[in-house]
């Protein structure tokens, strides 16, 4: 019998909390079980294994990133959907390390909890895209272009990438700055 409290839901969240506290790559079940007060084997009455566990959380992240990315971009268009995008993307990142670290799996079965995640995370940046009149193929290219350099910028930060005595959040301005230059010449910029 599962011990009282303990849920599918609450191994998650848990886990979640983890990769956050000591990284994606430190997820252990001896960690999660050790954080819900129970022996490893307890909790595989709510996961099937370490893999499916990390696929909950990513799909669950994936799915927080959406909200987060929704609710900051509603309501805006053009420059101003795309620099609330990016800083809702990067404070994201900031807050959550580790499942941020998580949303960079891909899964091609459009079926899959993952697959369909990710699918509202594009939607947001299409959408924002959409804005600056790109569809079509271009539609890709840009969005590939603009998460890219967010995922760059945020990755490097992450780490301590950045030594030189210049304010980040500047530099982050900067950039999305100039992938809103970017996307307003979009259309003449094709090769």
Known sequence: MPRAGVTAARVVACAAD??????????????VADRLGVRVPSLYKHIVSLDALRSDVAVASTSEIAATLRDASVGVAGADALRALANAYRSYAHAHP?????????DADPASPLHRAAD???GLFATVLIGYRI???DLVDAARAVRSSLHGFVSLEAIGGFGLPRDIDRSFDRLVA??????????GAAP
Do not use: C, P
């Open 18 to 31: 983890i990769v956050d506290d000591v990284g994606w790559e430190g997820l252990t079940l001896a960690l």
């Open 98 to 106: 580790g499942r941020y670290a998580s949303l960079q799996r891909a």
């Open 120 to 122: 509202e995370v594009v």
């Open 135 to 137: 569809d079509g193929d």
């Open 178 to 187: 100039g992938l809103d230059a970017m996307l307003r010449g979009w259309d």
